[in-house]
Protein backbone atom coordinates (compact mmCIF):
# COMPACT_ATOMS: atom_id res chain seq x y z
CA UNK A 1 0.00 0.00 0.00
CA UNK A 2 2.35 2.68 -1.16
CA UNK A 3 2.61 5.93 -3.28
CA UNK A 4 4.55 5.86 -6.63
CA UNK A 5 6.30 8.33 -8.94
CA UNK A 6 8.21 8.37 -11.83
CA UNK A 7 9.65 10.07 -14.63
CA UNK A 8 11.44 10.02 -18.45
CA UNK A 9 12.62 12.81 -19.89
CA UNK A 10 14.04 13.46 -23.80
CA UNK A 11 17.69 12.84 -22.06
CA UNK A 12 17.92 16.54 -19.92
CA UNK A 13 19.01 16.38 -16.30
CA UNK A 14 15.59 17.47 -14.49
CA UNK A 15 14.83 17.50 -10.79
CA UNK A 16 11.64 16.55 -8.91
CA UNK A 17 11.78 19.93 -8.02
CA UNK A 18 11.81 20.82 -11.86
CA UNK A 19 9.33 18.46 -12.51
CA UNK A 20 6.80 19.09 -10.09
CA UNK A 21 7.80 22.17 -8.83
CA UNK A 22 8.76 22.38 -5.21
CA UNK A 23 4.72 22.74 -3.55
CA UNK A 24 3.79 19.43 -5.26
CA UNK A 25 7.15 18.08 -4.20
CA UNK A 26 5.92 18.96 -0.50
CA UNK A 27 2.86 17.55 -0.95
CA UNK A 28 4.34 14.04 -2.32
CA UNK A 29 6.78 14.39 0.40
CA UNK A 30 3.63 14.72 3.21
CA UNK A 31 1.92 11.53 1.29
CA UNK A 32 4.65 9.99 3.84
CA UNK A 33 2.67 11.05 6.98
CA UNK A 34 0.42 7.82 6.17
CA UNK A 35 2.71 5.90 3.70
CA UNK A 36 5.64 6.09 6.47
CA UNK A 37 7.15 3.04 6.40
CA UNK A 38 10.27 4.26 4.54
CA UNK A 39 10.72 5.12 1.22
CA UNK A 40 13.47 5.63 -1.57
CA UNK A 41 14.61 6.55 -5.14
CA UNK A 42 16.60 5.48 -8.22
CA UNK A 43 17.76 7.69 -10.48
CA UNK A 44 19.61 7.47 -13.70
CA UNK A 45 22.86 10.01 -13.59
CA UNK A 46 25.67 10.78 -15.45
CA UNK A 47 28.18 11.35 -12.58
CA UNK A 48 30.79 14.53 -13.60
CA UNK A 49 33.93 11.53 -12.93
CA UNK A 50 33.74 7.97 -13.53
CA UNK A 51 34.71 6.46 -10.05
CA UNK A 52 37.12 3.97 -11.87
CA UNK A 53 38.98 6.81 -13.73
CA UNK A 54 41.70 7.59 -10.93
CA UNK A 55 42.53 4.05 -9.39
CA UNK A 56 42.11 1.95 -12.33
CA UNK A 57 39.31 -0.23 -11.27
CA UNK A 58 36.90 -1.49 -13.84
CA UNK A 59 33.93 0.50 -15.27
CA UNK A 60 30.93 -0.47 -13.86
CA UNK A 61 27.20 -1.10 -15.89
CA UNK A 62 25.41 0.49 -12.58
CA UNK A 63 27.25 3.97 -12.56
CA UNK A 64 24.77 5.44 -13.76
CA UNK A 65 21.79 4.50 -11.66
CA UNK A 66 21.99 5.70 -7.73
CA UNK A 67 19.85 4.15 -5.40
CA UNK A 68 18.48 5.56 -1.80
CA UNK A 69 16.26 3.57 0.38
CA UNK A 70 15.30 4.29 3.88
CA UNK A 71 13.22 2.73 6.68
CA UNK A 72 12.95 6.50 7.57
CA UNK A 73 9.41 8.48 7.10
CA UNK A 74 10.23 10.73 3.47
CA UNK A 75 9.07 13.87 5.98
CA UNK A 76 11.49 12.64 8.75
CA UNK A 77 14.05 12.69 6.04
CA UNK A 78 16.66 15.38 5.26
CA UNK A 79 18.31 13.18 1.96
CA UNK A 80 14.32 13.29 0.35
CA UNK A 81 14.73 17.22 -0.30
CA UNK A 82 18.26 17.09 -1.33
CA UNK A 83 17.62 14.25 -3.34
CA UNK A 84 14.07 16.31 -5.01
CA UNK A 85 16.59 18.89 -6.01
CA UNK A 86 19.22 15.98 -7.87
CA UNK A 87 18.67 16.36 -11.84
CA UNK A 88 18.39 13.57 -13.42
CA UNK A 89 16.96 12.02 -17.03
CA UNK A 90 14.63 9.79 -15.59
CA UNK A 91 13.67 8.79 -11.67
CA UNK A 92 11.45 6.41 -9.75
CA UNK A 93 10.45 7.66 -6.55
CA UNK A 94 8.06 4.94 -4.01
CA UNK A 95 6.75 5.78 -0.73
CA UNK A 96 6.10 2.88 1.75
CA UNK A 97 3.17 1.57 3.50
CA UNK A 98 3.73 -2.17 4.33
CA UNK A 99 1.09 -4.24 3.84
CA UNK A 100 0.67 -7.73 5.15
CA UNK A 101 2.55 -7.08 8.07
CA UNK A 102 5.75 -7.81 6.27
CA UNK A 103 8.76 -6.38 7.91
CA UNK A 104 10.45 -3.17 7.63
CA UNK A 105 14.00 -3.70 7.07
CA UNK A 106 15.90 -2.24 4.53
CA UNK A 107 15.57 -5.62 1.94
CA UNK A 108 11.89 -4.83 1.74
CA UNK A 109 12.16 -1.06 0.88
CA UNK A 110 12.09 0.11 -2.88
CA UNK A 111 12.78 0.63 -5.13
CA UNK A 112 14.27 -3.03 -6.01
CA UNK A 113 16.95 -3.29 -8.25
CA UNK A 114 18.46 -6.52 -10.26
CA UNK A 115 19.95 -6.60 -13.71
CA UNK A 116 19.81 -3.34 -14.47
CA UNK A 117 16.16 -2.77 -13.62
CA UNK A 118 14.78 -0.62 -10.91
CA UNK A 119 11.67 -1.17 -9.87
CA UNK A 120 8.31 0.11 -7.10
CA UNK A 121 4.96 -1.81 -6.82
CA UNK A 122 2.01 0.00 -5.02
CA UNK A 123 -0.31 -3.42 -4.15
CA UNK A 124 -0.57 -6.61 -1.60
CA UNK A 125 -0.47 -9.80 -3.04
CA UNK A 126 -2.43 -12.04 -1.26
CA UNK A 127 -5.58 -14.20 -1.73
CA UNK A 128 -9.26 -14.01 -0.74
CA UNK A 129 -8.55 -15.10 2.56
CA UNK A 130 -5.42 -12.88 3.30
CA UNK A 131 -2.96 -14.80 2.67
CA UNK A 132 -0.27 -13.20 1.05
CA UNK A 133 2.04 -14.63 -1.40
CA UNK A 134 5.10 -14.66 0.34
CA UNK A 135 3.83 -17.44 2.51
CA UNK A 136 3.42 -19.60 -0.39
CA UNK A 137 6.15 -22.01 -0.85
CA UNK A 138 4.92 -23.41 -3.95
CA UNK A 139 4.28 -20.77 -6.21
CA UNK A 140 6.60 -21.15 -9.14
CA UNK A 141 9.78 -18.65 -9.15
CA UNK A 142 13.20 -19.36 -9.38
CA UNK A 143 14.54 -18.50 -6.10
CA UNK A 144 17.64 -17.58 -7.55
CA UNK A 145 15.84 -15.05 -9.43
CA UNK A 146 13.93 -14.13 -6.43
CA UNK A 147 17.19 -13.74 -4.28
CA UNK A 148 19.11 -11.60 -6.43
CA UNK A 149 16.09 -8.65 -5.97
CA UNK A 150 17.50 -8.63 -2.81
CA UNK A 151 14.10 -8.32 -1.00
CA UNK A 152 11.67 -10.61 0.94
CA UNK A 153 8.26 -9.08 0.20
CA UNK A 154 5.42 -9.63 -2.29
CA UNK A 155 6.68 -6.73 -4.58
CA UNK A 156 9.62 -8.58 -4.79
CA UNK A 157 8.37 -11.92 -5.88
CA UNK A 158 6.31 -9.68 -8.39
CA UNK A 159 9.59 -8.16 -9.41
CA UNK A 160 10.84 -11.45 -9.78
CA UNK A 161 8.30 -13.20 -12.34
CA UNK A 162 8.80 -9.43 -14.33
CA UNK A 163 12.88 -10.31 -14.44
CA UNK A 164 12.04 -13.98 -15.35
CA UNK A 165 9.78 -12.88 -18.91
CA UNK A 166 13.05 -10.45 -18.99
CA UNK A 167 14.79 -13.67 -19.05
CA UNK A 168 13.10 -15.56 -21.67
CA UNK A 169 13.75 -12.76 -24.08
CA UNK A 170 10.27 -10.31 -23.81
CA UNK A 171 10.72 -6.54 -24.29
CA UNK A 172 10.49 -4.54 -20.82
CA UNK A 173 6.82 -3.83 -21.10
CA UNK A 174 5.43 -7.00 -22.15
CA UNK A 175 7.70 -8.80 -19.66
CA UNK A 176 5.66 -6.79 -17.04
CA UNK A 177 2.45 -7.62 -19.15
CA UNK A 178 3.42 -11.41 -18.95
CA UNK A 179 3.98 -10.82 -15.36
CA UNK A 180 1.06 -9.60 -14.29
CA UNK A 181 -1.19 -12.03 -16.09
CA UNK A 182 0.46 -15.01 -14.72
CA UNK A 183 0.05 -13.59 -10.93
CA UNK A 184 -3.32 -12.84 -11.42
CA UNK A 185 -4.30 -16.49 -12.15
CA UNK A 186 -4.02 -17.00 -8.45
CA UNK A 187 -4.21 -13.63 -6.82
CA UNK A 188 -6.97 -11.85 -9.17
CA UNK A 189 -8.23 -8.87 -6.75
CA UNK A 190 -4.81 -8.23 -6.16
CA UNK A 191 -2.98 -4.50 -7.36
CA UNK A 192 -0.33 -4.86 -9.65
CA UNK A 193 0.39 -1.15 -10.11
CA UNK A 194 4.14 -0.45 -10.52
CA UNK A 195 6.67 1.24 -12.26
CA UNK A 196 10.03 -0.16 -13.91
CA UNK A 197 13.36 1.60 -14.91
CA UNK A 198 16.24 0.31 -17.60
CA UNK A 199 18.84 2.68 -18.69
CA UNK A 200 16.16 3.09 -22.04
CA UNK A 201 13.08 3.19 -20.83
CA UNK A 202 10.38 3.70 -17.89
CA UNK A 203 6.83 1.19 -18.04
CA UNK A 204 4.19 2.30 -15.22
CA UNK A 205 1.13 0.38 -15.12
CA UNK A 206 -2.10 0.92 -13.68
CA UNK A 207 -3.57 -2.86 -12.97
CA UNK A 208 -5.76 -2.72 -9.61
CA UNK A 209 -7.38 -5.78 -8.69
CA UNK A 210 -10.07 -3.50 -6.97
CA UNK A 211 -10.85 -0.51 -8.22
CA UNK A 212 -12.70 0.76 -5.62
CA UNK A 213 -10.51 1.32 -2.61
CA UNK A 214 -10.67 -1.20 0.24
CA UNK A 215 -12.64 -0.31 3.25
CA UNK A 216 -8.96 -0.55 5.18
CA UNK A 217 -7.43 1.76 3.60
CA UNK A 218 -10.08 4.41 3.76
CA UNK A 219 -9.89 3.57 7.32
CA UNK A 220 -6.74 4.22 7.48
CA UNK A 221 -6.63 7.63 6.06
CA UNK A 222 -9.63 8.62 8.14
CA UNK A 223 -7.61 8.12 11.07
CA UNK A 224 -5.36 10.98 9.87
CA UNK A 225 -8.05 13.07 8.89
CA UNK A 226 -7.06 13.32 5.37
CA UNK A 227 -10.28 10.22 4.31
CA UNK A 228 -10.87 12.33 0.78
CA UNK A 229 -7.65 11.50 -0.24
CA UNK A 230 -8.67 7.51 -0.04
CA UNK A 231 -11.23 7.98 -2.81
CA UNK A 232 -8.88 7.71 -5.96
CA UNK A 233 -6.26 6.06 -4.19
CA UNK A 234 -5.49 3.11 -6.76
CA UNK A 235 -5.84 6.11 -9.61
CA UNK A 236 -2.61 6.33 -11.80
CA UNK A 237 -2.44 9.68 -13.71
CA UNK A 238 0.29 11.30 -16.74
CA UNK A 239 1.79 14.54 -17.80
CA UNK A 240 3.46 15.61 -20.62
CA UNK A 241 6.59 17.05 -20.22
CA UNK A 242 7.44 19.81 -22.27
CA UNK A 243 10.45 22.26 -22.79
CA UNK A 244 10.13 26.04 -22.57
CA UNK A 245 9.39 26.13 -26.82
CA UNK A 246 6.46 23.80 -25.64
CA UNK A 247 8.48 20.87 -27.64
CA UNK A 248 7.43 17.49 -26.27
CA UNK A 249 10.21 16.56 -23.20
CA UNK A 250 9.12 13.19 -22.09
CA UNK A 251 6.18 12.30 -19.35
CA UNK A 252 5.46 12.17 -15.50
CA UNK A 253 3.28 9.47 -13.99
CA UNK A 254 2.12 9.34 -10.72
CA UNK A 255 -0.32 7.77 -8.24
CA UNK A 256 -2.64 10.17 -6.44
CA UNK A 257 -2.30 12.44 -3.65
CA UNK A 258 -1.80 15.70 -4.38
CA UNK A 259 -2.30 18.57 -6.83
CA UNK A 260 -2.85 17.07 -10.59
CA UNK A 261 -4.65 19.45 -12.11
CA UNK A 262 -4.50 19.19 -15.98
CA UNK A 263 -2.98 15.56 -15.49
CA UNK A 264 -4.81 12.51 -17.88
CA UNK A 265 -5.73 9.31 -16.34
CA UNK A 266 -4.47 5.95 -16.54
CA UNK A 267 -7.15 3.12 -17.63
CA UNK A 268 -7.35 0.21 -15.54
CA UNK A 269 -4.73 -2.59 -17.30
CA UNK A 270 -3.56 0.27 -19.40
CA UNK A 271 0.36 1.22 -19.06
CA UNK A 272 3.01 4.19 -20.25
CA UNK A 273 5.79 3.11 -22.00
CA UNK A 274 8.68 5.86 -22.27
CA UNK A 275 11.73 5.84 -23.39
CA UNK A 276 13.96 8.03 -20.59
CA UNK A 277 16.68 8.69 -24.17
CA UNK A 278 14.53 11.02 -26.06
CA UNK A 279 11.06 11.37 -24.59
CA UNK A 280 8.41 9.87 -26.46
CA UNK A 281 5.87 7.52 -25.01
CA UNK A 282 3.17 5.61 -25.77
CA UNK A 283 0.21 3.50 -24.41
CA UNK A 284 -0.62 0.25 -24.08
CA UNK A 285 -3.04 -2.22 -22.59
CA UNK A 286 -2.01 -5.19 -21.24
Same mark, same amino acid.
Given at each position: MCRLLGYATAGADLSLNDILGAKNVEDFRELSEIHNDGWGVAQLTNPGEAPYVRDGGAPSPETGVKIYKSTVAARFDHAFRALASEPARGAIWHLRLASSNLPLIIENQH?????????????????????????????????????????????AIFFAVILEYVGFGFPLDEAVAQAVRELRQSYPKSSYNCIIQSED???????????????????????????? &??????????RTLTDRDGK???????????? &???? &?????????????RNGTFRLRSI
Amino acid at each position: MCRLLGYATAGADLSLNDILGAKNVEDFRELSEIHNDGWGVAQLTNPGEAPYVRDGGAPSPETGVKIYKSTVAARFDHAFRALASEPARGAIWHLRLASSNLPLIIENQHPFYANGLSFIHNGDISDANGRNIVTNRSYPVDHSVFLSTGGRSDSAIFFAVILEYVGFGFPLDEAVAQAVRELRQSYPKSSYNCIIQSEDQMVALCAAGREKTSPRIVEIYDEYGRGE &QAADYRVMRYRTLTDRDGKQNGVVVSSSGYD &QEGW &QELENDQMIVASNRNGTFRLRSI
